[in-house]
Structures are given as C-alpha cells and as structure tokens.
C-alpha cells in the first residue's frame, strides 16, 4: 500500500466585512438578523457565529469539554442541500473538523476541548419539522429566513436555551451569554413578518444588521452587482429587495404601472404643503377606506403628500381622521376639491351613503371616473410625462403603501397557472390607495373625446 499523505494545514482565513463584524460582536440580542443582498456572505457569516463563536460561549461539561447543538434550517431538503450544508461544510471540511452523517443530516464537530452538533433541516419534510419541534438546543440559524413561516421561528424559540443542561454543567446557568437565534435572509416586502419584528415594532432583543452591496466586495467580481442590475432591470421587485438590498413588495401577478420608478417618482426628501389647491382623492367604499391629499405646484408638478390606508373603520371615523390631519397641515381658508368613487354616492340599508356621511363634516365629493382603463391611463401619463426635466408627479417617501402598490403590490392576477392575467387588478392592500389617487387623475388630465358625429360642419357654397 503506499504510504498515507501527511494531512496539510488548514489555511482558514475569514474577513468579515464592516456589519457583519458588528454582527458577530453582538452576544446580547436574543435574535439577530444578517439582512443584504446578493452575494454579501450571510450564510458563511452565520455558520461562522455558531461554530467559532457562538459554540465557545457555554461553560463546560464536568468532563472538561465544551458542548452546544443548533439546528440550521432551510425551507426546502433541495436548498439545504445544495447551498446552505454545502457552505458550512466548505468552510469547515470534515477532514478537519469532523464527522457529517449523510442519513440524518448531521454534522458532529470534534475539537481539542469542544464539540459541536449541527442539526440540519428542511421544512418541506413533515417528519422534519415534527423533529425540530422536539429538539434541545443551544440555538439555531435559520437560513433564508424570509421564505419561513413565522409559526416555525416563534415555536422553536421554545427550544433555544435548553442545552447544555444544568445537569451536565452542574451549574444553574449553563452559559456565558445570552443563546442566540441567527436569521440570516435577502430583503423581504414590508408585509413580511421580518419588517413588522424588527423594524416597525421591534422586539426587545431583536436587533438587526443591514448590509450594502460593499459588505463583501472584496471577494466579488468587479462587475457583479453591474451585471445583476441589467439582469433584473424589468422586475424591479426583485432588483430592489435581491440586488440592491431594501425591503420592498412581493408582486402576485403583473406589475400595473410598469413606468414607475423609485428613484424618478418618489422625492428625496419630504414634501411641503403649500398655499395652493388641496386635491383629495378617495376610495370611500366598504370598510377599507383611502385618501391622498395631493396639490399641484406652480409648475403643474402633482405632489402626492399623503396617504390615508384604514382598515376595519367606517367612513365617519376615517374622514374626520383625514379633516384633522389637514386641518392642521394647511393654512386656514385653502380651498379643498375632492374626488371619490361614484360608487360611494349609492345609499345604504339605513337610506344614506358614504358621501352623506362625509358631507356631515363638511367634505362635499364630486364623481371620479369608474371606467378603470381611462383611470391607470390617466396616471400612467403623468409618470411618462417629465417637463422640463421634472417628473410629473412626485409622491412623499412616507407614502409607503401608495409606493409599494406602484413597485408591484397593485397588480393583475393571474388566471391559474395559466399565463393569462385579468384584466383589472386584485383587491388588496394596495388596490385602495391607488384607487383613491386613480379619481382625481381623472380630473386633473382626462378629455373627453370629440363626438364627430356633434360636429356641425360648415357650409360650403359651390360656384
């Protein structure tokens, strides 16, 4: 037999890039969130934390040695397989380090003085999950978290902190810092159980860290985001949430207004009401009601300042909501026109209609067009249109409904699986606001077309 070659040294050199330093930094967060977009090392970063880090942070057994476990889960077997396993066990080969058992996806990591146990699994496989749930863990990483239930994540907090026990430590507290949860993930829309946990209401404990395109470029090619960014140039969901790394909208069928953009149509900074025309738009129908409180500059720029989204609330309530906010936002005596569905002049059981109500307050509505052709058309126009250089309509950054609906929120279904979209869009979320800013562009730019048929033509003598 010929001699066995001496095993070499293992070269491993990590460089952690400026957030994801801070990440690993972080040992008080009960959860912790590595957020970017392409290419910016999640993955390698979170199996880093767990092995070298995270690992060395329970006190040891009364053999001496050090023992933790974490669960790495994926949504799908396919993609755990194929990216996240591949990743920690490139990073950490079991020539090195360890053994990894192919038939229970396990990776049993044997150090001088330490070991430790990763757990993967997918959550396309019952069984699986019936396991995660039963499991007794130092933490866990949940890669590509934003493709995850939020019942998964909440359950298995359930089973964090749980090992090493005090039996084995013969301690009352078997660690040395606080057991973490790592989330590592692209962006998400800002419906996503993500947003809501860490950035609208962030939990005590839950701290996030957003990384750029910078983060790992050093280990890119130079032209990779370049590249991405003509690769994606018509789904500009995906290239604002996977290439450009910021929370956006997930599109369920086909984008209505595929002629916003972002950068052209939303303003840099907040817009200031001025001494001119209030132009209110509503959708004052069912129990979802909307307004945007717009004005035209002297330009014949249309502002778009403010959105108004309810939900579960009567017209009453919402409308005495929205006079309120503008009774405090514009000088005394500007002069207010209103728009509304005709729809919401149509009486109700009790013998009165949404427009009775708001006339109560004050808030006398004239009809919008319905015909839902000539309402996108109208709006579409006005995001074509650049004068001088300046869009046509510029809409408030705090619009995030009314932007999210633009990016793709507001679309057509699709019929099945079968290619073919209706012809007008969902209702959701969306389809109210952008309802509500659809009436007054129906004012503010449509004409009516010539009947030919009205024309009186000249009389023409013959000589």
Same mark, same amino acid.
């Given at each position: 037999?010929?001699?066995? =070659?001496?095993?070499?040294?293992?070269?491993?050199?990590?460089?952690?890039? %400026?957030?994801?330093?801070?990440?690993?930094? +972080?040992?008080?967060?009960?959860?912790?969130?590595?957020?970017?977009?392409?290419?910016?090392?999640?993955?390698?970063?979170?199996?880093?934390?767990?092995?070298? /880090?995270?690992?060395?942070?329970?006190?040891?057994?009364?053999?001496?040695?050090?023992?933790?476990?974490?669960?790495?889960?994926?949504?799908?077997?396919?993609?755990?397989?194929?990216?996240?396993?591949?990743?920690?066990?490139?990073?950490? %080969?079991? *020539?090195?380090?360890?053994?990894?058992?192919?038939?229970?996806?396990?990776?049993?990591?044997?150090?001088?003085?330490?070991?430790?146990?990763?757990?993967?699994?997918?959550?396309?496989?019952?069984?699986?999950?019936?396991?995660? *749930?039963? $499991?007794?863990?130092?933490?866990?990483?949940?890669?590509?978290?934003?493709?995850?239930?939020?019942?998964?994540?909440?359950?298995?907090?359930?089973?964090?902190?749980?090992?090493?026990?005090?039996?084995?430590?013969? +301690?009352?507290?078997?660690?040395?810092?606080?057991?973490?949860?790592?989330?590592?993930?692209?962006?998400?829309?800002?419906?996503?159980?993500?947003?809501?946990?860490?950035?609208?209401?962030?939990?005590?404990?839950?701290?996030?860290?957003?990384?750029?395109?910078?983060?790992?470029?050093?280990?890119?090619?130079? +032209?990779?985001?370049?590249? /991405?960014?003509?690769?994606? =140039?018509?789904?500009?969901?995906?290239?604002?949430?996977?290439?450009?790394?910021?929370?956006?909208?997930?599109?369920?069928?086909?984008?209505?207004?595929?002629?916003?953009?972002?950068?052209?149509?939303?303003?840099?900074?907040?817009?200031?009401?001025?001494?001119?025309?209030?132009?209110?738009?509503?959708?004052?129908?069912?129990? #979802?009601?909307?307004?945007?409180?717009?004005?035209?500059?002297?330009?014949?720029?249309? $502002?778009?300042?403010?959105?108004?989204?309810?939900?579960?609330?009567?017209? *009453?309530?919402?409308?005495?909501?929205?006079?309120?906010?503008?009774?405090?936002?514009?000088?005394?005596?500007?002069?207010?026109?209103?728009?509304? +569905?005709?729809?919401?002049?149509?009486?109700?059981?009790?013998?009165?209609?949404?427009?009775?109500?708001?006339?109560?307050?004050?808030?006398?509505?004239?009809?919008?067009?319905?015909?839902?052709?000539?309402?996108?058309?109208?709006?579409?126009?006005? *995001?074509?249109?650049?004068?001088?250089?300046? %869009?046509?309509?510029?809409?408030?950054?705090?619009?995030?409904?009314?932007?999210?609906?633009?990016?793709?929120?507001?679309?057509?279904?699709?019929?099945?699986?079968?290619?073919?979209?209706?012809?007008?869009?969902?209702?959701?979320?969306? #389809?109210?606001?952008?309802?509500?800013?659809?009436?007054?562009?129906?004012?503010? $730019?449509?004409? %009516?077309?010539?009947?030919?048929?009205?024309?009186?033509?000249?009389?023409?003598?013959?000589?």
């Amino acid at each position: 037999m010929p001699p066995t =070659a001496a095993l070499q040294p293992l070269d491993l050199i990590y460089t952690a890039g %400026p957030v994801t330093k801070r990440f690993h930094e +972080d040992v008080v967060s009960r959860v912790k969130l590595l957020i970017g977009p392409f290419g910016t090392g999640k993955t390698t970063a979170a199996g880093w934390d767990l092995i070298m /880090l995270a690992s060395q942070r329970v006190k040891k057994s009364k053999d001496g040695v050090r023992r933790s476990r974490f669960a790495v889960i994926r949504n799908t077997w396919p993609q755990l397989r194929d990216t996240t396993i591949k990743t920690y066990t490139n990073w950490f %080969p079991e *020539l090195y380090f360890g053994k990894y058992t192919v038939t229970d996806h396990k990776y049993l990591i044997r150090q001088k003085g330490w070991e430790v146990e990763l757990i993967f699994k997918a959550l396309d496989e019952p069984e699986s999950v019936r396991d995660l *749930l039963s $499991l007794e863990l130092t933490g866990a990483h949940f890669d590509e978290v934003r493709e995850i239930d939020e019942t998964i994540f909440t359950h298995l907090m359930g089973r964090t902190k749980r090992y090493p026990s005090k039996k084995e430590t013969g +301690d009352e507290n078997s660690f040395l810092t606080t057991p973490q949860v790592v989330l590592t993930t692209n962006y998400p829309s800002t419906q996503h159980w993500l947003y809501k946990k860490f950035v609208e209401t962030p939990l005590d404990g839950y701290t996030i860290y957003e990384q750029t395109q910078a983060e790992n470029s050093h280990n890119l090619h130079p +032209d990779y985001y370049t590249d /991405l960014e003509r690769d994606f =140039a018509d789904r500009p969901d995906m290239l604002r949430t996977l290439v450009r790394g910021q929370w956006g909208v997930t599109v369920m069928g086909r984008q209505v207004y595929t002629e916003f953009r972002r950068e052209t149509h939303v303003s840099k900074k907040p817009l200031k009401p001025m001494r001119t025309t209030v132009i209110r738009g509503w959708d004052n129908t069912g129990l #979802s009601p909307a307004c945007v409180i717009t004005q035209l500059s002297p330009t014949g720029q249309w $502002l778009i300042l403010k959105e108004f989204c309810g939900e579960d609330v009567g017209i *009453l309530d919402f409308t005495e909501m929205v006079v309120s906010w503008c009774n405090q936002a514009f000088h005394q005596g500007v002069f207010y026109k209103d728009y509304c +569905d005709p729809a919401g002049k149509a009486r109700q059981s009790n013998l009165k209609s949404p427009a009775d109500y708001m006339k109560q307050l004050g808030i006398m509505v004239a009809d919008g067009i319905q015909d839902f052709k000539i309402r996108r058309e109208m709006v579409a126009k006005r *995001l074509t249109y650049n004068p001088n250089g300046e %869009p046509a309509i510029l809409v408030d950054p705090s619009c995030t409904t009314l932007i999210d609906g633009f990016e793709g929120g507001y679309a057509y279904p699709q019929i099945g699986s079968s290619g073919v979209y209706k012809p007008e869009p969902a209702k959701n979320r969306y #389809s109210h606001i952008h309802d509500a800013l659809q009436y007054p562009a129906t004012k503010l $730019l449509w004409t %009516p077309p010539v009947d030919q048929t009205r024309l009186k033509l000249p009389s023409i003598g013959i000589v």
